[in-house]
């Protein structure tokens, strides 16, 4: 089985959803590397890291993943 996008490069529209299309692996991988950044500072925080900064930590990677699972994304299924 194979997919295949094509656009034509001469409309507007197509050439934006080309560089959307283009572009996506660069986009989780960011949203990848920012879960990972506030995984790693909630664990390892330093004893002396106050508990607001950790909570704000926890909210902040708690919305990522509301937000990419309201979108329908999942690092599961896109950074195998």
């Not at 930590?57 to 599961?76: I, W």
């Amino acid at each position: 089985m194979e997919a295949i996008l094509k656009y034509n490069m001469d409309e507007v529209d197509d050439r934006q959803a080309h560089l959307r299309a283009v572009k996506s692996l660069d986009m989780i991988l960011v949203l990848w590397e920012m879960d990972q950044e506030l995984r790693s500072n909630i664990k390892y925080a330093s004893d002396n890291t106050p508990d607001d900064v950790i909570n704000t930590y926890e909210k902040v990677r708690t919305n990522l993943h509301q937000l990419m699972s309201a979108h329908g994304l999942d690092f599961d299924d896109l950074m195998r």
